[in-house]
C-alpha cells in the first residue's frame, strides 16, 4: 500500500490517537516536567511525587509529613523506619531508632 504524505499524517495522527486513550488503561502517566506544588501551589521544575498520596510537590513539601499526607501511617510503616519513631518538633524532622 503507497501512503502519500497527507494520508500518511492522518494514519499517524490516528494511531497517536489511539495510543493515548488505551495509554490511560495500560500505561503509566509520564511524569510532568512542570507541576504546581499541591501544598502551597508554588510552580516547580521536576516537581517530587508522594508514593502514598499521589499528589506532586516542591522539595520543601516533598515529604509526607511536610504537606500533611492523608496516608502519614503507611509512611512511618515503611521498612526503611523499621524499629524508628518519627515526630515533628518546631518543623523538624526527627527521627529516633
Same mark, same amino acid.
Given at each position: 500500500m503507497?501512503?502519500?504524505k497527507k494520508?500518511?499524517?492522518r494514519?499517524?495522527?490516528?494511531?497517536?490517537?489511539?495510543?493515548?486513550?488505551f495509554?490511560k =488503561?495500560?500505561? &503509566?502517566r509520564?511524569? #510532568?516536567?512542570y507541576? !504546581? *506544588?499541591?501544598?502551597?501551589?508554588?510552580?516547580?521544575?521536576?516537581?517530587f511525587?508522594?508514593?502514598?498520596?499521589?499528589?506532586? =510537590?516542591c522539595g &520543601?513539601h516533598?515529604? #509526607?509529613?511536610e504537606? !500533611? *499526607?492523608k496516608?502519614i501511617?503507611?509512611?512511618?510503616?515503611t521498612?526503611g523506619s523499621e524499629?524508628?519513631?518519627v515526630?515533628?518538633r518546631?518543623?523538624?524532622l526527627?527521627?529516633r531508632?
Amino acid at each position: 500500500m503507497f501512503l502519500t504524505k497527507k494520508s500518511n499524517n492522518r494514519f499517524v495522527g490516528i494511531l497517536s490517537t489511539i495510543g493515548s486513550f488505551f495509554s490511560k =488503561f495500560f500505561g &503509566k502517566r509520564k511524569p #510532568p516536567v512542570y507541576e !504546581n *506544588c499541591f501544598f502551597c501551589r508554588e510552580r516547580v521544575y521536576l516537581p517530587f511525587h508522594c508514593e502514598y498520596c499521589g499528589r506532586y =510537590f516542591c522539595g &520543601k513539601h516533598r515529604l #509526607p509529613c511536610e504537606h !500533611n *499526607c492523608k496516608n502519614i501511617e503507611g509512611w512511618k510503616k515503611t521498612s526503611g523506619s523499621e524499629g524508628a519513631t518519627v515526630e515533628i518538633r518546631a518543623g523538624n524532622l526527627i527521627v529516633r531508632k
